[in-house]
C-alpha cells in the first residue's frame, strides 16, 4: 500500500483533503502533517479583525475532513525534510516516511530590518499566528489612551489589514483615544499590480478613513522605522505585510528550490528535482513563472493538485494547472464596502462586499460537510 502524506493543510490540500472524502481510496494510506485542527481562510481575515465575523467563520475544522477521506491526522510540524530518503522530520521528534509527498505549508512574512523594531511587531503570517497575536493586542490597544500603528507593505494583504484596524480601532472623541493607522505602502505606492481603476480606488478609501498613506519604502534604523524618502514615522506598533518567506527546513532538504529558497515545480506543481514531491500555494514557485502568491491560486491549483497525486499513485499522466488570465480580488474596506478587481476592471460599493462575504461563507461553510 502506498502511503501519500499532505504537509499542512493549506488552502488547496483543502480541495485535496474534499475530493479525496468524496471518493475515498481504500489503496493508499492517506497521513495528513499540520499544527492544528484549524486552517484559517485568510480572505476573511481582514472581516474579522474589523469586527464582522467572529474568529469560527474564518476557520475550518481540518479533523472531520482528514476522517471523511480515510486518513490519518497528526497534529505536528514539519522540521526537517530529507528527499532522498523521503523522510520528513516532525517537533516531536518522529519521523513520518512516504511515497508520495504534497507540501502546502504556507509562507512567512519577510521581515527585513523591521525585526529591529523598538515597539512592538506583529507579523501577518502565518495567519494563524496573527490571529492569536491580534486577539492579545486588540484589547490592550484599546484599553490605553491611544497610538499610532503602522502596517507596512501596500498589497492586498496591507491594504485590506490597514482598513479593517482603522474599524477595529473606531474611537470618538468622548473615547478620549486618538488612534493613528498609517500605511506604509512601498516605492511604487498600493498595489502596484493592480490596475489604475482599482488603485484610484483605495486610495481614495484610505484618505475617507483617515489612514495616512506613504508612498514610499520602510525600513528600520536604530529600533526606528523611517521611509525610503528619510522620513521617520513615530510609530508604537508596526504591522508587517512585506511579504513572503520561506521556511527555513526547506533548506537542506534536496529539493530544488529557487532563489528565494521557495519550492521549485513543474506546472503540474510537481518538484523539479523529486518526481515523488508535489507543492502547491505559497509554498511553491512556478518554474514558467505564471503563479503569483495568492490563496485564490491556491484554492484554484486544488482540484489539479488531487488530480495529479491520484495520477501519480496509480502511473497515470499529470496534467498541468493553467491560471486563468484574470482572477477576481475582492477586498474589504473594513464598513460593509469592499473594491473588487477583474483584469482591467474595477468596482466598489456595498454590493462589492456583499459578493465578497457571498463568496467566502460559501467556501468556509462548504468543508461543513466534506463528502
Ligand atoms: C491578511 C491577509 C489577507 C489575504 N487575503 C487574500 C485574499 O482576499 N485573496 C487571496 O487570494 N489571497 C489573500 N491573501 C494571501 C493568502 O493568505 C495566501 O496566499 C494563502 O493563504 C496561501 O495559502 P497556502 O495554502 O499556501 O498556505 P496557508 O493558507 O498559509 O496554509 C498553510 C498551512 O500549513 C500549515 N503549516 C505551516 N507550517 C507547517 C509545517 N512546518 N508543517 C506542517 N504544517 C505546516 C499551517 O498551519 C497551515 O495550515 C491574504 C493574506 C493575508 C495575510
Known amino acids: 500500500m502506498k502511503r501519500l502524506v499532505l504537509l499542512g493543510a493549506g488552502h488547496a490540500h483543502l480541495l485535496v483533503l474534499r475530493e479525496l472524502a468524496r471518493s475515498p481510496r481504500s489503496d493508499i494510506e492517506l497521513v495528513v502533517i499540520t499544527p492544528t485542527v484549524w486552517q484559517y481562510y485568510s480572505g476573511m481575515v481582514p472581516g474579522w479583525v474589523a469586527g464582522l465575523y467572529a474568529l469560527d467563520q474564518c476557520r475550518i475544522n481540518v479533523a472531520p475532513l482528514v476522517a471523511a477521506a480515510g486518513g490519518r491526522l497528526c497534529l505536528d510540524r514539519s522540521v526537517r525534510l530529507q528527499a532522498s530518503d523521503r523522510t520528513v522530520e516532525l517537533h516531536s521528534g518522529v519521523v513520518e516516511g512516504y511515497d508520495y509527498l504534497s507540501i502546502d505549508t504556507g509562507s512567512s512574512t519577510r521581515m527585513g530590518t523591521l525585526t529591529a ?18 486577539q492579545q493586542v486588540q484589547p490592550r490597544l484599546m484599553s490605553a489612551p491611544g497610538g499610532h500603528i503602522a502596517v507596512v507593505g501596500g498589497g492586498a494583504g496591507g491594504v485590506e489589514l490597514a482598513m479593517a484596524i482603522r474599524e477595529s480601532l473606531k474611537t470618538t472623541p468622548a473615547d478620549g483615544k486618538d488612534f493613528r493607522v498609517s500605511l506604509v505602502a512601498g516605492d511604487k505606492g498600493v498595489l502596484p499590480e493592480f490596475n489604475a481603476g482599482v488603485r484610484r480606488r483605495v486610495r481614495k478609501q484610505l484618505a475617507q478613513a483617515g489612514i495616512t498613506r506613504v508612498d514610499a519604502r520602510a525600513e528600520v534604523r536604530q529600533g526606528r522605522l523611517v521611509t525610503s524618502a528619510g522620513q521617520t514615522i513615530e510609530a508604537d506598533l508596526v504591522l508587517a505585510a512585506t511579504g513572503a518567506k520561506a521556511a527555513s527546513w526547506l533548506e537542506g532538504s534536496g529539493l530544488a528550490l529557487d532563489t528565494e529558497g521557495f519550492v521549485s515545480v513543474t506546472p503540474c506543481h510537481q518538484s523539479l528535482s523529486h518526481p515523488a514531491v ?11 513563472g505564471r503563479l503569483s502568491r495568492s490563496g485564490v491560486h491556491a484554492v484554484r491549483a486544488g482540484p489539479v493538485l488531487a488530480h495529479n497525486l491520484k495520477a501519480a499513485l496509480d502511473q497515470r499522466p499529470l496534467k498541468p494547472f493553467n491560471p486563468r488570465p484574470y482572477a477576481l ?11 473588487g478587481s477583474y483584469g482591467p476592471l474595477a468596482f466598489s ?9 457571498w463568496i467566502d461563507r460559501r467556501f468556509v461553510e462548504g468543508f461543513d460537510q466534506p463528502a
Not at 523594531?117 to 491580534?134: R, S
Not at 480580488?329 to 473594491?339: E, F, K, M, V
Not at 460599493?349 to 462575504?357: N, S
Request: hydrophobic share 40%; proline share 4%; charged share 25%.
Open 329 to 339: 480580488y475582492l477586498l474589504s474596506c473594513g464598513q460593509g464596502s469592499a473594491i
Open 278 to 288: 508535489f507543492a502547491a500555494g505559497d509554498v511553491c514557485s512556478r518554474q514558467d
Open 117 to 134: 523594531f523598538e515597539g512592538e511587531q506583529v507579523p501577518v503570517k502565518p495567519i494563524e499566528a496573527f490571529c492569536e497575536q491580534w
Open 349 to 357: 460599493g456595498r454590493w462589492v462586499w456583499r459578493l465578497k462575504d
